[in-house]
């Protein structure tokens, strides 16, 4: 017995006596490898942007959990976060803040820094050993551990294995009303994060890349190349950054491994944070991603235009008018849809299943005379109605300000803040306001405080 409790003793010793392991021991190193990236035509709620490509990717190392709000706090004095935790993951992080942290955490741990800011240039030192975000490509790569399916899962994903809208399991849009032939049923919301690592993980040991938070990714958004590509770091330049993942507040064709979500890199999100990657092999040379310079294209004018079903959304917009005096403008369509609820629902998803673009009843006269667009729609199926799609490839918005608010059930913008980054990616996005159905008593409190906070009043009286 002495001699058991000697060699426990001898072993305490040796182990004390080792250095901190490096964090390459905390994290997944991943092997170099070729996969599809994107998703295949047939996937259901894919987006046009998902084209499948072959890419290659030199080994990494990734964490297997998102950044939590102790790690973040630790290092960066304050917590940005809406559900506070020390084990929940952070969010309310912009890109670049993602980079900030990625670049004390380096100084932190003795690492040269990844990232040299200037202004709104960053540049990647390619040779760096210190913390980075994940490329999108490395980002999907890890994701997928291997499949290519719609999820890592191999199945119609649970909330039994992530933590999204458990209301709205894949594919719900097109069986709504008739659920025998969903693979997976609708479950619960919890309407919030969960400690990081709650599910398990995938194949290669990574936790919550399906739900939880989206991820922020290196990469400015754009086109894919047509061609294989070999450790792509996308566009030079852009207006959006990627994140990646789907979040809590997400439907699960949102979680799908090739989903691609876009926001301005200096906006910040209840439900986006990230996920800290390293380099296995120097690389030589560097990455920049220049900042987005863009000019207002109209003379300073502000105009409410709005999409309304039921009447929620048009009521804010007249609340908007009436503190602002700014013009009024309803998007309406040739062929309206139906009154009936249920009809609607059908009509709604279907429309957005093929992108569908309806054509306008009215055309905004002199929209050049606008700098600020304030746009307002209902949530429909956690993105845009179709004719707000339709009423934004109908003019130029480089250049432009838009200022969006939504009507929503339980699912504040979903993705529809994605949906408008992608159709006008030169013009520029503030913070939004989303207002529970009609807004009951609050509204008009609600309104002034977020219209004083976006500038936009300021702005009109320069």
Request: hydrophobic letters at 40%; charged letters at 20%; aromatic letters at 12%.
């Amino acid at each position: 017995m002495r001699s058991i409790l000697a060699l426990l003793v001898l072993l305490l010793l040796m182990l004390s006596c080792l250095p901190a392991l490096g964090e390459e021991a905390a994290m997944v190193s991943l092997p170099a490898g070729s996969f599809s990236m994107g998703s295949p035509e047939d996937e259901p709620w894919r987006s046009a942007d998902e084209t499948l490509h072959t890419v290659t990717v030199s080994a990494f190392f990734i964490s297997p959990y998102e950044v939590t709000q102790s790690e973040y706090e630790a290092l960066m004095g304050e917590n940005p976060s809406t559900f506070r935790g020390e084990n929940l993951p952070v969010e309310g992080v912009s890109w670049y803040g993602a980079i900030a942290y990625c670049n004390a955490r380096s100084a932190a741990e003795g690492l040269t820094p990844a990232y040299t800011v200037d202004g709104s240039r960053v540049t990647w030192d390619l040779s760096s050993d210190g913390y980075r975000l994940p490329t999108e490509a490395e980002w999907e790569y890890a994701c997928r551990a291997g499949t290519v399916t719609p999820f890592n899962t191999q199945t119609s994903i649970s909330v039994d294995e992530a933590n999204y809208w458990g209301h709205y399991p894949y594919q719900i849009e097109e069986n709504y009303f008739s659920q025998e032939n969903l693979e997976t049923k609708p479950g619960i919301y919890r309407e919030e994060t969960v400690p990081v690592g709650s599910f398990a993980p995938n194949a290669w040991g990574l936790y919550d890349m399906h739900g939880n938070v989206s991820e922020w990714v290196w990469d400015a958004y754009g086109d894919y190349a047509q061609k294989e590509a070999v450790n792509p770091t996308g566009p030079e330049a852009g207006p959006q950054r990627i994140y990646r993942g789907g979040a809590w507040n997400d439907f699960a064709k949102n979680l799908r491994s090739a989903y691609r979500a876009a926001m301005q890199p200096e906006l910040a999100a209840f439900n986006v944070g990230l996920r800290v990657a390293r380099g296995a092999v120097a690389e030589q040379g560097s990455v920049t991603m220049a900042g987005d310079e863009t000019d207002a294209s109209g003379s300073g004018g502000t105009l409410i235009a709005y999409f309304s079903w039921g009447g929620n959304t048009r009521g804010i917009a007249e609340e908007i008018q009436r503190q602002t005096g700014f013009d009024l403008f309803e998007i309406t369509c040739v062929t309206p849809y139906s009154d009936d609820y249920s009809t609607v629902l059908e009509q709604a998803q279907a429309d957005q299943n093929v992108q569908a673009r309806p054509a306008l009843a009215a055309q905004v006269e002199g929209m050049e005379r606008y700098d600020t667009i304030i746009l307002g729609y209902p949530n429909w199926w956690a993105s845009i109605p179709m004719p707000v799609a339709t009423f934004l490839e109908s003019y130029d918005f480089a250049g432009k300000t838009i200022l969006p608010f939504c009507s929503h059930g339980g699912g504040r913008f979903g993705q529809s803040l994605t949906a408008i980054a992608k159709l006008v990616p030169d013009a520029t996005l503030l913070d939004g306001l989303a207002v529970s159905y009609s807004g009951g008593s609050r509204l008009s409190e609600d309104v002034a405080q977020w219209l004083s906070q976006s500038g936009v009043l300021s702005a009109e009286n320069e």
